[in-house]
């Protein structure tokens, strides 16, 4: 077998479904059935874990730092509530991937400041990128509403036919389909040959550039489609919320994605996902056991995280369901594990 043909076999062995991510989806889903008391908590968990799946495409695929991705959050918030408010697209769904393609071409104009630099400087210029337009947001209360925020906000049903419930039921459902639709497009795109030439140029750029990958082009490309995902994050939270505030482009916003991405790990889609559960799980967890401190429970989770190693943690977590399952299947199960991001 050639070099090629073996890239391309294990390229796409590795881009097949496989039990564990089939039954994470059932599991998601079956919770608003299980929980219906907890929509809201787990809708957020929801815009979380897409707001997350965005900052990875970037950090754990092409190897972009940021700590200013708030700021397409922000854009696309502020345009689905701008949206609805003034009657200017009413659908709901429309008017979430009008406000995706706003913090898209933000994204796309400003990549070519984030591409130019090294580490130190993305994360400088990325903060700055928020910094500013949280400062602008502020600026022209006129518009944005200022410290208020945009009041009155109302949002037409879906479809024109499924109305947004005060339980939040329509807003859990909404959101996970529209994850779970994006979802299926990164995964699409991670696996291709566009992918792998990401996973070449996070690793070296250099050696990457000398066999004739557009490395510019490429970070480009993906630092806006990012860009587009936490827009369409930004606008779910104005639409399941009916609230857009200058709170949706602070730095604890962007400071939050940073350590699901550390909870759940980077350079695999489900580390968003996975880190969105646990870091609301646990927040809620330690905010109820002691309200003043539980950042200090979720810093000292971070830091055993760092000691004991997320591969091995992952390993023991997945060592019963591995074990009922091949008792089941009769066979070694195939459960997705993250790379090691060090």
């Excluded at 090294?118 to 022209?140: N, P, Q």
């Excluded at 490395?215 to 939270?237: D, E, K, S």
């Excluded at 939050?256 to 968003?272: F, N, R, S």
């Excluded at 019963?320 to 060090?342: F, H, M, T, Y």
């Amino acid at each position: 077998m050639s070099a090629s043909s073996d890239v391309g076999y294990h390229a796409q062995r590795k881009a097949r479904w496989h039990y564990g991510e089939a039954a994470f989806w059932l599991i998601v889903l079956a919770c608003g059935f299980v929980f219906p008391t907890r929509y809201l908590i787990m809708t957020d968990i929801l815009r979380l874990a897409l707001f997350a799946m965005s900052l990875d495409l970037i950090l754990g695929y092409a190897g972009i730092v940021s700590l200013g991705h708030a700021a397409f959050f922000g854009v696309g918030a502020y345009a689905a509530g701008l949206l609805a408010l003034h009657g200017i697209i009413n659908e709901p769904v429309l008017a979430l991937v009008v406000a995706g393609l706003v913090a898209m071409v933000l994204g796309f104009a400003t990549s070519f400041l984030v591409i130019r630099g090294v580490d130190l400087t993305r994360l400088m210029v990325t903060l700055g990128i928020a910094l500013l337009l949280e400062a602008l947001a502020e600026r022209f209360s006129n518009i944005t509403g200022g410290t208020d925020g945009l009041q009155g906000i109302e949002m037409q049903p879906i479809f024109s036919e499924i109305p947004f419930d005060m339980f939040g039921k329509t807003g859990f459902f909404y959101s996970l389909a529209v994850l779970f639709l994006l979802f299926l497009f990164a995964r699409r795109v991670v696996h291709s040959p566009f992918g792998l030439s990401l996973r070449a140029i996070k690793n070296n750029p250099l050696r990457a550039a000398a066999i004739g990958i557009p490395v510019n082009r490429r970070l480009i490309a993906i630092y806006t489609l990012a860009a587009f995902y936490a827009g369409i994050a930004g606008a779910l939270f104005t639409q399941t919320t009916a609230i857009a505030s200058l709170d949706v482009f602070s730095f604890e916003r962007s400071a939050d994605l940073m350590l699901v991405l550390v909870i759940g790990g980077t350079g695999y889609l489900y580390g968003g996902l996975i880190g969105a559960v646990l870091f609301r799980m646990l927040q809620e967890l330690f905010s109820t056991i002691t309200p003043q401190y539980w950042q200090f429970w979720i810093g000292l989770v971070l830091v055993v995280i760092v000691l004991v190693g997320r591969q091995r943690l992952h390993r023991w977590m997945l060592y019963v369901p591995n074990l009922v399952i091949r008792q089941i299947a009769g066979r070694k199960a195939v459960v997705a594990v993250p790379e090691s991001d060090a």
